[in-house]
């Protein structure tokens, strides 16, 4: 079983920084692309940030410049480092893991619970 679990969300002004993580544990093969997408209030979740096995990352427009997405292959974690944050970015932030398993050749994306951020004065 595979479990995918978030950390690092919290209240920030604007301005401010957060950083994000998650870590996936259990019994999996590979890893492959990590991400992070969140969900503001009555609006559809989003993609956020990607980075492929590679370590190519990739943005949503409106984060560019801000964010900055990481993974370490070792402790098979993922980073959302969260800079100039803006009351538009308040949401529930969800990490998303694309793993293989034995049973699983194809891999399949694999959600955390999720972690509030809020960026209010």
């Known amino acids: 079983q595979v479990q995918v679990v978030e950390s690092g969300g919290g209240l920030v002004q604007p301005g401010g920084s957060l950083r994000l993580s998650c870590q996936a544990s259990g019994k999996f093969v590979s890893i492959y692309t990590m991400e992070w997408h969140r969900q503001a209030p009555g609006k559809q979740r989003e993609l956020v940030a990607q980075?492929?096995?590679?370590?190519?990352?990739d943005y949503a427009d409106s984060v560019k410049g801000r964010f900055n997405i990481s993974r370490d292959y070792a402790d098979n974690t993922v980073s959302l480092q969260m800079n100039d944050l803006k009351p538009d970015d308040t949401g529930v932030y969800y990490c998303?893991?694309?793993?293989?398993?034995?049973?699983?050749?194809?891999?399949?994306?694999?959600w955390g619970k999720g972690t509030l951020v809020t960026v209010s004065s």
């Open positions: 998303r893991i694309v793993l293989t398993t034995m049973s699983d050749f194809y891999g399949t994306g694999h």
């Open positions: 980075i492929l096995r590679s370590g190519t990352p």
